[in-house]
């Protein structure tokens, strides 16, 4: 691995701006000595790695970040520069402040930049005293600063005058090169200062499947250190690490992480370390339960066979094949696995009780995703469908895989006498199950798979799957989610002629149930005929 960073002609002219503001500031006059700049951190890192980014952090040695920030814009309203560039050269400036209750030390600046997303923060060090947990911050030299950051190798600096890469903690270089994720200074310490450091370690240790020093990780299970991440570090700083070691922020764009081994070497080391309790629960419910993760492994030990089905080097059975083809057919698919598979752990576990007697019980694995990882309404919603329909699931699959007539019975007593057919039964549910049914069946299989105490047992769990999978398939089925009802709502009212209701829903679900029975008709007649003897049943007003 070289030391040296080739500059593309993109880096080049950034870097050359970057160096233009920094003689700028000594041509203003006044206090401001001209500035060292230094791109710091992920991307020196990366590039060293041949891993193109658009990520910069930009370490500045006597001015702030927002400082820097507010000279940049007032530079590129001069005409002359302005002139030199055919593009917007700025984006909004933002300042994002420092925390340091929740262990954020640092206030940083961040835009864009001819393209680059920069992060602008001045070198600093910290100094921590016995009677405070929060650290008095200061300018400091890049050396201070390298020993400050979360490991080596994410502490090497590439100098803009010189073109240059710094190693000044002195292991970075040797750590890439044996893939070690170390921290600069002592772990206990290191963590202490900023218990995420722990989950950082973590994902880049799972990215770039590096291995994690055995006495950083040591210090990652001491006591102090585990509740200090439970309870000191704000949720949404936890939401990202996480999400980020799953293939967020664009996991579209990231197919190739996705079927790779990282998102499941991150999990196995989040559980060998012991540290589910601290990540997936709620920290501010003291009375919250400590899930039992023992069988945890089994679930995402079988999401990353499943997503290796089918490749040239498998020699996995068939049935894992038809899963893989049937629930993974977008990298938003193997997404959306990948964070059920966190919550495997809470599936069973009793739903909270909700504040109003009218709404349905919040579930205890979408509570533990809003609060243990402040997860966006869209993921914590897609956990609670999963765990909310994951009895149903198991129920349907039995029974199109033993050909239990009890399941059948039960559905033509809830759905009327139409639902007669088993291909009623299976669309009619995969419907209720909604648009992301593919997600929540794979949920289930992980649960169902984790709750089996031998191979063979998860064997016949995966053939029962693969069996009701194929034939939803042979039902054409598995786009059903997705089908209109042959006559739409204002059809009906003007055949009824009266004005839409509480029955309207129902007798468009009656039209739905007609399709699923009929899937070769595209005559709506026998649909509004069948709305029509039902008229009664489906109470459509006189």
Same mark, same amino acid.
């Given at each position: 691995?070289?030391?040296?960073?080739?500059?593309?002609?993109?880096?080049?002219?950034?870097?050359?701006?970057?160096?233009?503001?920094?003689?700028?500031? /000594?041509?203003?006059?006044?206090?401001?000595?001209?500035?060292?700049?230094? =791109?710091?951190?992920?991307?020196?890192?990366?590039?060293?790695?041949?891993?193109?980014?658009?990520?910069?952090?930009?370490?500045?040695?006597?001015?702030? *970040?927002?400082? +820097?920030?507010?000279?940049?814009?007032?530079?590129?309203?001069?005409?002359?520069?302005?002139? !030199?560039?055919?593009?917007?050269?700025?984006?909004?400036?933002?300042?994002?402040?420092?925390?340091?209750? !929740?262990?954020?030390?640092?206030?940083?600046?961040?835009?864009?930049?001819? *393209? +680059?997303?920069?992060?602008?923060?001045?070198?600093?060090?910290?100094?921590?005293?016995?009677?405070?947990?929060?650290?008095?911050?200061? +300018?400091?030299?890049?050396?201070?600063?390298?020993?400050?950051?979360?490991?080596?190798?994410?502490?090497?600096?590439?100098?803009?005058?010189?073109?240059?890469?710094?190693?000044?903690?002195? #292991?970075? =270089?040797?750590? $890439?090169?044996? !893939?070690?994720?170390?921290?600069?200074?002592?772990?206990?310490?290191?963590?202490?200062?900023?218990?995420?450091?722990?989950? #950082?370690?973590?994902? =880049?240790?799972?990215?770039?499947?590096?291995?994690?020093?055995?006495?950083?990780?040591?210090? $990652?299970?001491?006591?102090?250190?585990?509740?200090?991440?439970?309870?000191?570090?704000?949720?949404?700083?936890?939401?990202?690490?996480?999400?980020?070691?799953?293939?967020?922020?664009?996991?579209?764009?990231?197919?190739? +992480?996705?079927?790779?081994?990282?998102?499941?070497? %991150?999990?196995?080391?989040?559980?060998?370390?012991?540290?589910?309790?601290?990540?997936?629960?709620?920290?501010?419910?003291?009375?919250?339960?400590?899930?039992?993760?023992?069988?945890?492994?089994?679930?995402?030990?079988?999401? #990353?066979? /499943?997503?290796?089905?089918?490749?040239?080097?498998?020699?996995?059975?068939?049935?894992?094949?038809? &899963?893989?083809? &049937?629930?993974?057919?977008?990298?938003?698919?193997?997404?959306?696995?990948?964070?059920?598979?966190?919550?495997?752990?809470?599936?069973?576990?009793?739903?909270?009780?909700?504040?109003?007697?009218?709404?349905?019980?919040?579930? %205890?694995?979408?509570?533990?995703?809003?609060?243990?990882?402040?997860?966006?309404?869209?993921?914590?919603?897609?956990?609670?469908?999963?765990?909310?329909?994951?009895?149903?699931?198991?129920?349907?699959?039995?029974?199109?895989?033993?050909?239990?007539?009890?399941?059948?019975?039960?559905?033509?007593?809830?759905?009327?006498?139409?639902?007669?057919?088993?291909?009623?039964?299976?669309?009619?549910?995969?419907?209720?199950?909604?648009?992301?049914?593919?997600?929540?069946?794979?949920?289930?299989?992980?649960?169902?798979?984790?709750?089996?105490?031998? %191979?063979?047992?998860?064997?016949? /769990?995966?053939?029962?799957?693969?069996?009701?999978?194929?034939?939803?398939?042979?039902?054409?089925?598995?786009?059903?989610?997705?089908?209109?009802? &042959?006559?739409?709502?204002?059809?009906?009212?003007?055949?009824?002629?009266?004005?839409?209701?509480?029955?309207?829903?129902?007798?468009?679900?009656?039209?739905?149930?007609?399709?699923?029975?009929?899937?070769?008709?595209?005559?709506?007649?026998?649909? &509004?005929?069948?709305?029509?003897?039902?008229?009664?049943?489906?109470?459509?007003?006189?």
């Amino acid at each position: 691995m070289t030391n040296r960073i080739e500059l593309t002609a993109d880096e080049e002219t950034l870097r050359q701006l970057f160096l233009a503001v920094s003689s700028y500031s /000594v041509i203003l006059g006044g206090h401001h000595k001209k500035p060292e700049l230094r =791109f710091a951190g992920g991307w020196v890192r990366d590039k060293l790695l041949n891993h193109p980014s658009k990520d910069i952090d930009v370490a500045i040695s006597n001015m702030t *970040g927002s400082e +820097f920030g507010s000279l940049m814009k007032q530079f590129v309203e001069l005409p002359e520069v302005r002139d !030199k560039y055919e593009q917007d050269i700025l984006g909004r400036l933002a300042r994002i402040e420092a925390n340091p209750e !929740k262990s954020k030390h640092l206030e940083t600046a961040t835009m864009k930049v001819l *393209g +680059f997303d920069i992060d602008l923060v001045n070198l600093r060090k910290e100094t921590y005293t016995n009677d405070s947990r929060n650290p008095t911050v200061e +300018f400091g030299s890049p050396e201070e600063d390298a020993l400050r950051r979360d490991s080596t190798i994410n502490a090497l600096f590439y100098n803009l005058q010189t073109s240059e890469v710094e190693d000044f903690t002195g #292991r970075g =270089f040797q750590d $890439m090169e044996r !893939k070690i994720i170390k921290t600069p200074l002592a772990p206990l310490q290191t963590f202490r200062d900023d218990p995420l450091r722990v989950l #950082r370690s973590i994902r =880049f240790a799972s990215r770039l499947m590096y291995e994690i020093a055995p006495e950083d990780e040591m210090a $990652m299970r001491d006591r102090t250190i585990r509740a200090a991440l439970r309870l000191k570090i704000t949720r949404d700083r936890v939401r990202v690490e996480i999400l980020k070691m799953l293939g967020w922020p664009e996991p579209h764009q990231s197919r190739s +992480f996705l079927e790779g081994p990282g998102p499941h070497r %991150a999990l196995s080391l989040i559980d060998r370390l012991g540290l589910y309790n601290e990540v997936f629960t709620d920290p501010n419910n003291s009375h919250c339960k400590l899930v039992d993760t023992a069988n945890w492994h089994r679930a995402y030990n079988q999401l #990353r066979d /499943v997503i290796k089905a089918g490749s040239e080097a498998s020699t996995l059975p068939t049935s894992s094949e038809i &899963i893989r083809s &049937i629930l993974l057919r977008s990298p938003e698919d193997y997404y959306y696995a990948w964070i059920l598979t966190c919550f495997v752990p809470w599936a069973r576990e009793p739903p909270e009780s909700p504040q109003k007697a009218s709404k349905r019980p919040m579930t %205890a694995a979408s509570l533990a995703a809003r609060e243990g990882i402040k997860a966006e309404n869209k993921i914590y919603r897609l956990v609670d469908v999963a765990v909310s329909h994951l009895q149903d699931i198991v129920e349907k699959k039995d029974a199109a895989s033993y050909e239990d007539q009890t399941a059948t019975l039960s559905l033509k007593r809830e759905q009327g006498a139409s639902a007669e057919s088993p291909r009623v039964m299976q669309g009619l549910a995969i419907r209720k199950w909604g648009s992301n049914w593919r997600s929540s069946v794979m949920y289930a299989l992980l649960t169902e798979v984790a709750e089996t105490k031998t %191979a063979t047992d998860a064997q016949v /769990v995966l053939d029962g799957y693969s069996s009701w999978l194929s034939h939803l398939s042979s039902l054409n089925l598995l786009d059903v989610d997705q089908l209109k009802p &042959i006559v739409t709502g204002d059809e009906l009212m003007k055949v009824f002629n009266t004005k839409g209701g509480k029955w309207l829903p129902t007798a468009l679900n009656c039209v739905i149930e007609w399709q699923l029975r009929n899937p070769d008709q595209t005559d709506a007649a026998g649909a &509004i005929s069948e709305v029509v003897e039902r008229k009664e049943e489906l109470n459509i007003p006189p």
